[in-house]
């Protein structure tokens, strides 16, 4: 729990900072599990890129793709290192990123919360169990596993503030109602979307099952407002440092094939 929510966190600030320079504020990183580092990271840039395709975690596979082939990687290189690939990402990856993870073969994905227009893990449409999309040769056990509701109110909030935003700059001015930002009140999770009881408990463990009946958050203490609340500019730099550092991990991985 404690390295989900340290990953989580590193994601928020990255999504905060994609709010703060006009991007939707989504963003993830990958984590090499074995090793505990990050080696890449990825957020919204659909408005800057004029892509549709530009999610955070395009992104993200893009940056593992890159760094795989300037380590003279191939196809199955980049397949192998994704079986120890988590992505932590803060809202649920949609149809579309959901579908790339799973024929990357990712491990894990862990998220903050759903996304209930376009959800690809649970809130839309279930591709991680979707048997006609599984990739030839995958085996059932090698399924994406996922861990919801991870510091999921903080990454709703973010969507909140740039929703708020966005209607105060339209040109027609809305009501004041939907101008309002809720700090308050959160919708229920409802975990059954994502996971099974016997998941929820493997993730969290038996005390924290009432959870999953109640669907209610992990965390019942406060809303961390200091993530979500202030500017992170230096997390780019951090996590830049942190991707260079992985090099090794990369060449271990080419060895052992070659
Ligand atoms: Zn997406």
Known sequence: METYIRHIDEALK?????????????ACIFVHEPSDKVIAYGMNDTNDSL???????????????????DNGGNESSL???????TCYVTVEPCIMCASALKQMGIHKIV???????????????????????????MQQYEQTKLVPGIKRREAIM????????????????RTKAERKLDKETFPPIEWNKYI?????????????AQHFDDNT?????EIDWDIIENRHDKIIAMLQEECLNCSDILLKKKSRHE
């Open 158 to 173: 973010l969507l909140r503030y740039f929703y708020v935003r966005e209607n105060g700059r339209a040109p027609k001015p």
């Open 111 to 137: 998220f903050g919360c759903g996304n209930d227009r376009f959800g690809g893990n649970g809130t839309v449409l279930s591709i991680h169990n979707d048997t006609s999309t599984t990739v030839y040769g």
């Open 79 to 85: 397949k192998e290192l994704f079986k120890d690939i």
């Open 196 to 208: 099974n009881r016997n998941q929820f408990i493997d993730n969290f463990g038996e005390a924290m």
């Open 51 to 69: 892509s549709g395709i530009a999610h955070a975690e395009f992104v993200a596979i893009r940056m593992v793709r890159d760094m795989i082939q």
């Open 217 to 221: 958050d992990l965390q019942d203490d």
């Open 14 to 26: 990255l999504a905060r900072y994609a709010l703060d320079h006009g991007e939707t504020p989504v």
